[in-house]
């Protein structure tokens, strides 16, 4: 039988555990130490962002999070012992990067339930703007 993304995602899921757009966005106004990446392309990220979210886009999780590669960026493989959000659109593309940092030993991993979709439409704040990678 041939896997779909969709077959993949909810694998997953069932491995990750999601965050509530309330839950994170008290943990923000708490001040709570948290690295929120966004796992969306740039083009996504440019037009609505959360703010203080790093880019990283699903395609490059695993590089980011490496200490040993190239293309790590430190604010992420500096990141295991900190929790560490992740969201997408709808928490897809998201769930499947928190199950390849939980699998590459980050020990608090959450992934946005409903992705910035419903941290929207929940009148969190968002804001907009390129965004430029950190050095690693």
């Not at 500096?78 to 699998?103: F, N, P």
């Amino acid at each position: 039988m041939n896997r779909t993304l969709a077959d993949f995602i909810a694998d997953a899921r069932t491995r990750v555990t999601d965050i509530s757009a309330d839950d994170l966005a008290e943990r923000i106004e708490d001040g709570e130490d948290i690295v929120l990446v966004d796992t969306r392309e740039p083009y996504e990220y440019a037009k609505a962002h959360i703010p203080g979210a790093l880019l990283i886009p699903r395609g490059l999780i695993e590089s980011a999070a490496d200490p040993n590669n190239a293309r790590r960026v430190a604010a992420l493989h500096e990141a295991r012992a900190k929790t560490v959000v992740l969201y997408c659109d709808t928490g897809g593309r998201s769930a499947l990067a928190a199950d390849i940092l939980q699998l590459m030993g980050f020990s608090r991993v959450l992934n946005l339930a409903g992705g910035i979709k419903l941290w929207d439409a929940e009148d969190y704040p968002t804001e907009s703007g390129e965004y430029a990678m950190p050095l690693p």
